[in-house]
């Protein structure tokens, strides 16, 4: 099993491009996340998802749109990059059991760099 | 408002020696704790949880502790290795909302030969 995979893992784009980043999950997973990690500010959360066709907002959403149309992918799509979102985007998957002790399985991030 | 906070940035411990990474938390509603590790270009990994109703949890050379009334966690590593260089994020589930997981901004564990 492949995990948690994100597309691409790497990314240059000019002020003002748009792109889409993809997560895919082959573990039946519920629950999907995008958190971006910044130098000394940890996982911030920027949007989640608890099932195919729901979406909602993390602690720093601005700028970013999420999609779930399928239970399996989770995207998040950057309308007008800005230079404050560069950094590194990790996605992670959690099965849903109404207990909070299920770990959030992550992928190994996109490093994304905004000029 | 940081909820979860581990306030040292960075900690070097000598190999062999017991590495101890501490979590402090404000919300009295977190019903569980979880640790993770982090790789550098590498995803978070997860390592050990603890419920809010226990005080001790182990899994092999790890032990996370739990004092709920100082609001306190803390990550024991015994014996420390090279490979347990790495960033330990904590973090917490809301009871009743456990779609959300709220991380701390993580302790750099260097482990020096």
């Known amino acids: 099993n492949a995990g948690v995979t994100q597309t691409p893992k790497f990314r240059v784009l000019k002020t003002g491009q748009s792109m889409t980043l993809l997560c895919a999950q082959d573990m039946n997973h519920e629950y999907m996340y995008w958190y971006r990690q910044d130098p000394g500010m940890g996982l911030r959360l920027i949007h989640y998802?608890?099932?195919?066709?729901?979406?909602a907002k993390g602690e720093v959403p601005d700028g970013y749109n999420v999609s779930r149309l399928k239970k399996q992918n989770f995207l998040l799509g950057l309308e007008s990059a800005a230079p404050s979102q560069t950094s590194v985007y990790f996605c992670a998957s959690r099965l849903f059991s109404g207990r909070g002790n299920q770990p959030q399985h992550f992928g190994d991030g996109t490093r994304l760099s905004i000029l | 408002d940081q909820q979860v906070k581990q306030n040292s940035p960075s900690l070097s411990v000598q190999e062999g020696r017991i590495s101890i990474l501490n979590c402090d938390y404000t919300n009295s509603m977190f019903d569980y704790f979880l640790w993770y590790k982090k790789y550098p270009a590498e995803g978070p990994t997860f390592l050990i949880s603890i419920s809010s109703i226990k005080d001790k949890n182990e899994d092999g050379r790890f032990t996370v502790f739990l004092n709920k009334s100082a609001k306190h966690l803390s990550l024991h590593i015994v014996p420390s290795q090279p490979g347990d260089s790495a960033v330990y994020f904590c973090a917490a589930s809301l009871k009743n909302r456990d779609d959300k997981i709220i991380f701390g901004k993580g302790t750099r564990l260097h482990i020096l030969p």
């Open positions: 998802s608890v099932g195919e066709g729901t979406t």
